[in-house]
């Protein structure tokens, strides 16, 4: 099993930032996708930000190209999410994902792991 544990989100003005992490613990693989993805109330979970662990490859979702930059700590087994200039369109429960390989993919279907969520909440 694998363990996922977010930390970061709060309340913040539009225009403002946060920081989510996302610690790993558990079980360990040769190779994994990190990601995140979101799910505001009434709407489809949505995917925000990849990453191939071994590579460094990173993909964004359209609605954040641009504003938020995935990362990770090799050392800490962490991975964050950079959120800059934040929108009221942005508020959501965010999910730190992992999935097993070197197939990255948008689909939530894809991610066996799943973090508890965090709330980030964009006041305009």
């Known amino acids: 099993q694998v363990q996922l544990v977010e930390s970061g989100g709060g309340l913040v003005q539009a225009g403002g930032s946060l920081r989510l992490s996302c610690a790993a613990s558990?079980?360990?693989?040769?190779?994994?996708?990190v990601g995140w993805f979101r799910q505001a109330p009434g709407k489809e979970r949505e995917f925000v930000a990849g990453?191939?662990?071994?590579?460094?490859?990173?993909y964004y979702g359209d609605s954040v190209k641009g504003r938020f930059t995935i990362s990770r700590d090799n050392a800490k087994n962490t991975v964050y999410l950079q959120m800059n200039s934040l929108k009221p369109e942005d508020t959501a429960v965010y999910y730190c994902?992992?999935?097993?390989?070197?197939?990255?993919?948008?689909?939530?279907?894809?991610?066996?792991?799943w973090g508890q969520g965090t709330q980030v909440t964009v006041s305009s």
């Open positions: 990453l191939r662990w071994t590579v460094g490859s990173t």
């Open positions: 994902v992992v999935r097993e390989g070197i197939i990255w993919t948008p689909l939530a279907s894809g991610y066996a792991y």
């Open positions: 558990g079980r360990t693989f040769s190779a994994v996708v």
